[in-house]
């Protein structure tokens, strides 16, 4: 059972990464844009943030919740 434990806690620290690079890559996008699309970028971004603190709930209690990776530190204002 430990092993299926570390396997799908392995499985959830990914789908975070995923969630945190799409909202900051999201926000880049937003910040170069105007007016309605602007808004829509801003948007998906706050839904992609939403869906990684949904896999860090998760997380929480299994493991210390993983740092941003680099590349979405970069991306992502609200991380600097």
């Known amino acids: 059972m430990i092993g299926d434990d570390a396997?799908?806690?392995k499985r959830w620290?990914?789908?975070l990464d995923s969630e945190r690079d799409a909202s900051a890559l999201y926000a880049r996008i937003a910040?170069?844009?105007t007016g309605e699309r602007r808004t829509f970028f801003e948007e998906l971004a706050a839904v992609?943030?939403?869906h990684a603190a949904h896999w860090e709930e998760k997380i929480t209690?299994?493991?210390p919740i993983p740092r941003w990776s680099w590349a979405s530190r970069v991306r992502e204002p609200r991380t600097r």
Do not use: I, N, S
């Open 7 to 9: 396997g799908r806690v």
């Open 13 to 15: 620290r990914e789908l």
């Open 31 to 33: 910040e170069a844009e």
């Open 48 to 50: 992609e943030r939403r």
């Open 61 to 63: 209690g299994w493991c």
